[in-house]
């Protein structure tokens, strides 16, 4: 008979070997212009049952920081890299700009394709560029796509600039719905069809809510009595709207018999608009902005199996790309899948067993020409407005704040003229950084809008 001393080590032991032998299952949930203070578990303001019990029966990341807007977000969450490094942190990608992600960037999708991944969907928006094959979400690793190539479509006709933009694969889609169901429903066929086999599988759903323009089923509307205003309503009708949808995807994991082995993470992809009053707060700064409510969203991971604290919560400084080097680690992978990334495994981070990261992390974009740019250290988190490009270097012009982000976390002290040399040493490593920019970004939003007339149905050219 097995000694009893040794019982927890031969479990533990059998543990690890399972879970190299058979990685999870990975299923990312994304939602767009999430605020803070828009989901239960942080707030009464909205109600989000399924993400609570999804934030309950795993870790909060309390501290999890994404870019200041959706397309630098995506591109940082499929490459684990910074996207100043392939020119996509200045703007994002509006409908009439023929740009994408750099096709010699490997993508999450690609990456676990070779690793054994035999499925791997995209249901929602993708946002990473439209205009060519060559950037469409099926020559970039995913297996099957189900969604729209732009941002801010309508969610009942389905279109944008007049025409439907909704696709399944390489083919314009006649389906009809809502969107946010439609996504929500085809993420979760996605999962019963493929949960049981031999391979697992990886489900990306980046949901266009509750991004503008606000629309909403009129039975969630309905359901929705307690706001001040029309817009306060749509947008909780839309945020209860989601959150049913990833209940529906929830339960496909569930009912799959494969829960306990599949890790499912959710954050926004920046913080709410300025629009809506009180959806960031505690936090200062919206969308589009450094401070805290434009880059720190709700979010949580779960994977029972992989031994993350059910109703812990994590208050390392992670950023969305740390999900790629993560996941690909716990596939029995120790590099990067392509160029070296700036994003860490975080594992024994969100498991409980590493209590602190030492890294900075930066942030910037130039979305209207104005830039914004930021650096967090472990105590300090600077912030750049208003000046020259700061490639230039950092001047008297720019308008800059300095917080004790530990102590500080709602940036409510500036301590810039306090400490003027953890500014200038901030400051240096942030124009540093800047510096990584490649020669032809994204242009600005507006730039070329010209009178564009959208193709039609939205399809790809070779």
Request: aromatic letters at 10%; hydrophobic letters at 40%; glycine letters at 10%.
């Amino acid at each position: 008979m097995r000694s009893p001393q040794l019982l927890p080590f031969f479990s533990l032991l059998f543990i690890a070997l399972t879970s190299l032998a058979q990685p999870p299952n990975i299923v990312i949930l994304l939602a767009d212009d999430l605020g803070w203070a828009d989901v239960g578990f942080h707030a009464d303001r909205m109600k989000t049952p399924h993400l609570d019990a999804l934030a309950k029966g795993g870790a909060e990341l309390d501290r999890f920081y994404v870019c200041p807007m959706c397309t630098p977000t995506r591109a940082a969450t499929l490459t684990g890299r910074y996207p100043i490094r392939f020119g996509l942190a200045r703007a994002v990608i509006p409908p009439w700009r023929d740009y994408g992600l750099d096709t010699t960037e490997v993508t999450m999708a690609k990456a676990l394709g070779e690793v054994g991944y035999a499925h791997r969907g995209i249901f929602g928006k993708w946002h990473l560029g439209h205009t060519e094959k060559k950037w469409h979400p099926n020559a970039r690793g995913f297996t099957e796509f189900r969604g729209h190539y732009n941002g801010a479509i309508d969610y009942f006709s389905l279109e944008r600039e007049g025409e439907r933009d909704w696709h399944h694969n390489g083919q314009p889609s006649d389906q009809t719905g809502y969107a946010t169901d439609l996504i929500a429903d085809a993420a979760a066929a996605f999962i019963q069809k493929h949960a049981g086999e031999e391979a697992p599988y990886f489900c990306y759903v980046p949901f266009n809510a509750p991004h503008s323009p606000f629309q909403a089923p009129e039975e969630y509307l309905k359901a929705v009595t307690n706001k001040s205003n029309k817009v306060e309503q749509t947008l909780a009708a839309m945020i209860h709207c989601m959150d049913d949808g990833i209940g529906r995807i929830l339960t496909a994991v569930k009912e799959s018999g494969e829960e306990d082995n599949t890790m499912v993470w959710f954050f926004s992809d920046n913080g709410g608009v300025k629009k809506v009053k009180s959806n960031n707060r505690p936090l200062r700064g919206d969308k589009l902005s450094a401070f805290e409510g434009g880059i720190r969203v709700p979010a949580c991971v779960r994977w029972p199996a992989g031994g993350i604290p059910a109703g812990s919560k994590v208050t390392v400084p992670l950023s969305c790309m740390d999900i790629f080097p993560t996941v690909l680690h716990l596939s029995g992978v120790e590099e990067s899948a392509g160029k070296p990334f700036d994003g860490v495994d975080v594992f024994d981070v969100i498991a409980g067993t590493r209590k602190q990261l030492e890294r900075p992390l930066f942030f910037y974009h130039g979305q209207s020409g104005e830039e914004v740019s930021a650096i967090i250290t472990a105590k300090w988190k600077l912030v750049i407005e208003k000046g020259p490009d700061l490639r230039d270097g950092f001047v008297k012009a720019h308008q800059h704040f300095l917080f004790a982000i530990q102590k500080d976390p709602n940036e409510k002290k500036d301590l810039a003229k306090k400490h003027p040399e953890v500014v200038a040493e901030l400051a240096g490593k942030l124009v540093a950084w800047r510096k990584l920019q490649v020669a032809n970004p994204v242009p600005v939003y507006g730039g070329g809008k010209g009178a564009f007339k959208a193709p039609k149905l939205w399809q790809v050219r070779e």
